[in-house]
């Protein structure tokens, strides 16, 4: 690649830039900066666009009470009940246990908390649902 | 100790340790680094799957281009893990107050300075710690355009990640750095190294041979998965080819400019040579790359897209066959 045409495009580095190594007019190896490059933006919004149906779907879930807010707040951290599992301790089987939403709502504070802790999430948070759907991931 | 210097690369783990070196007056670009370690590979697990798609890597396992590299070049490193963060946020003060700069294991997800958009849980992102201000730790991330300052919780909890390849709060720093290490015996020993794995090594999903096996099963994809799983499946090998930090075209770039540094060290027409057709095979990549896209966006999906696809794959495999299989006698 030349250092001409490496990638200036829309972007999904909100401002950063990417390295890349391409070749200068001599024909030696440098490294360019790329603020984009639509190819990555494409293959990048795919992953993002998966998160994003899994948290709408428990959320959907959720207020329709066939799930508790635990599955919600987990699919937006990203995590499945394994990786939920290594952060807090709990099995996965009981993880799964804690997605019914009537044993999520009799879970006692101090479960609860481990899981506030694990997701980084105010304990208050963890217990409700956001208002709207245009929720903030992160 | 002199003020840190903080440069620009495009892979996390040879940028971190060719920032480190350098801070210890050993003065190793980023792609002689990533060439010493033997960074360069290619496999395709169909068997190891993350998020149910099979594991697609361009380069060797992590951590491995710091070992390989230490292991020719003769440099020592001290590592520590830790089993309580407290513990561990106390050591990282201590090694920065003795004005120590070290290299940390982290989880991208929850480092803030990075987009939301490119915060997955990937444990296995390297970057250096050199100064702490107040609350706030200074770092050096080498995938990053300057330094960045990261709030103590969030660092905490970026080292203490959970999940595959956890990072325990691993910390390392440079413990012996030879002052004139053998570069010349270590990048011919690499290079071969490097060229016998990626053409020799008698497993389907390895080297050349593994580039032309995912050319294979790609091009079966959309009748076994359905055409949106093997858009997404499709999707992640782009992904780890352009948007994990390769420096562009799965880490061929960065190699060709290794073997640009390598061939006029060596007066080696030869690897000169090499590095011009890798770079016209990285040119290649890019372009599977932007066909995989295109079959993403859905603008083609046709059967003949992924023979497509294949047959461009089929075609980087039958460069770096041809170019490998020279290098091994060109050293």
Redesign the interface.
Known sequence: MKTRDVPQEESILAGHQRACYAQDENGHYVVVGSIGWEVEKIVNGQANDEVRAQIAQALAGARRGVLSPLAYHMARRQMDPGLLAAYTGFSRWRIRWHLRPKVFAGLPERILQRYADAMQLPLDELRALPAGDDHERL | MNAFEHR???HCESGTVAALLRHRGLNLS??MVFGIGGGLFFLHLPIVKMGGIPLTSYRDAPRAIMKNMSRRLGVRWRQHRYRSPEAAMQALDAFLAEGRPVGLQTCI?WLPYF???????FNGHNLVAYGKQGDDYLLSDP???TTVTCAADDLK?ARFA??TF?PRGLVYYPEHVPADPDLERAVRDAIRTTAKRMTDIPMPFLGVRGIRWLADRLERWPEKLGPEMA??WV??V??MQ??I?T???GFR??Y??FL??AGQMLASNALLEA??EL?AT??RW?EF??L??QL??GRESSDSAYRQLADTLRACAADEQRLFTRLKSAV
């Open positions: 620009h690369a495009g980023e792609p997800y987009p939301v958009d490119m915060r997955f849980h995938v990053v355009e909890r959970k999940g956890a858009r997404k999707g992640s782009v992904r352009e948007e930090g420096g562009g075209a770039f960065m060709a400019a640009q540094e590095s011009q770079s990285g040119d890019r790359a932007i995989g896209a993403v966006k």
